[in-house]
Nanobody, 114 residues
């Protein structure tokens, strides 16, 4: 299984970005898909998750600003990020979850700076 994340970049505070994660297999075969992020000097943290049934969960720090969605037909998961803040700066990773295991994609850098 390969997960290809892209869409990161440099954006000003208050701006928006949309990350995409393209999977090499049917994403409906996983229990959930998620985005995590890791800022320099910090541990990797869960940002958002979407279950096979479409139920979503968000970290408190991004709730109301970020939205995760999935396109099963194209095996792609998205993370729409609005009202970005400097503290959102991190490498963002796509994750496909199975019970007791999962797969990770390579990260995509998001930098929020003026």
């Amino acid at each position: 299984v390969q997960l290809q994340a892209y869409g990161g970049g440099l954006v000003q505070p208050g701006g928006s970005l949309r990350l995409s994660c393209a999977a090499s297999t049917n994403i409906d075969s996983f229990n959930a898909m998620a985005w995590h992020r890791q800022a320099p000097g910090k541990q990797r943290e869960l940002v958002a998750m979407i279950g096979r049934n479409g139920v979503t969960n968000y970290a408190g720090s991004v709730k109301g600003r970020f939205a995760i969605s999935r396109d099963n037909a194209n095996n792609t998961v998205y993370l729409q990020m609005n009202s970005l803040k400097p503290e959102d700066t991190a490498v963002y990773y796509c994750n496909a979850l199975l019970i007791g295991s999962g797969y990770w994609g390579q990260g995509t850098q998001v930098t929020v700076s003026s």
